[in-house]
């Protein structure tokens, strides 16, 4: 069995209307960069040559037009995932709340989208899903959280988790997001 697994991944065009949306037999080139209006932060700018149309790296995704570089994005994903709140956040990053608020909300939209793009590419066929449950304290050792989690059984990719409490309706949403 080949162990080694390819990392780079294909270039694809993201717009929908696109007769070439999500096709990896379209070409995609770079296309010049340009600066964002508020921080001055370089972005890439891609051609679609199937569809003859230009897009930035972030035009189709819920990150369109936010304040912000990917670092950022990065980092506060990250310190929402240690428990920080939004306004230490903001505070550690030197922005404000509300700006931090929308990176937040937007940033699982695009993970899941590339998670949905890399099971397409991979190619993944379920054969065997496998579900279990761990628990850990939040906060504090009063307050237990389950996290019920799917992967597929032979290649261990993961497929989706829920948070909750240890009961069937945690259950039946992570069935339900499957």
């Given at each position: 069995?080949?162990?080694?697994?390819n990392?780079?991944?294909?270039?694809?065009?993201?717009?929908?209307?696109?007769?070439?949306?999500?096709?990896?037999?379209?070409k995609?080139?770079?296309?010049?960069?340009?600066?964002?209006?508020?921080?001055k932060?370089?972005?890439?700018?891609?051609?679609?040559?199937?569809?003859?149309?230009?897009?930035?790296e972030?035009?189709?995704?819920?990150?369109?037009?936010?304040?912000?570089?990917?670092?950022?994005?990065?980092?506060?994903?990250?310190?929402?995932?240690?428990?920080?709140?939004?306004?230490?956040?903001?505070?550690?990053?030197?922005?404000?709340?509300?700006?931090v608020?929308?990176?937040?909300?937007?940033?699982?939209?695009?993970s899941?989208q590339?998670?949905?793009?890399?099971?397409?590419?991979?190619?993944?066929?379920?054969?065997?899903?496998?579900?279990?449950?761990?628990?850990s304290?939040?906060?504090?050792?009063?307050?237990?959280?389950?996290?019920?989690?799917?992967?597929?059984?032979?290649?261990?990719?993961?497929?989706?988790?829920?948070?909750?409490?240890?009961?069937?309706?945690t259950?039946?949403?992570?069935?339900?997001?499957?």
């Open positions: 069995m080949n162990s080694s697994v990392t780079e991944l294909a270039l694809f065009c993201p717009c929908q209307e696109c007769d070439f949306y999500q096709k990896k037999d379209n995609i080139t770079k296309d010049g960069s340009y600066k964002t209006k508020y921080d932060i370089t972005r890439q700018r891609y051609y679609c040559h199937g569809g003859k149309h230009r897009f930035s972030t035009r189709y995704s819920d990150l369109f037009q936010k304040q912000g570089s990917f670092k950022e994005y990065e980092m506060a994903s990250k310190m929402a995932c240690y428990g920080l709140s939004q306004t230490q956040i903001a505070n550690v990053l030197e922005r404000d709340v509300r700006t608020e929308e990176w937040l909300q937007a940033t699982p939209q695009k899941e590339f998670h949905l793009f890399i099971c397409i590419t991979l190619k993944l066929k379920l054969f065997f899903l496998q579900m279990d449950e761990l628990w304290f939040c906060k504090a050792k009063n307050h237990k959280l389950w996290v019920f989690v799917a992967f597929e059984a032979q290649s261990k990719f993961w497929i989706s988790s829920e948070l909750g409490s240890r009961t069937n309706h259950a039946n949403r992570l069935v339900a997001q499957i």
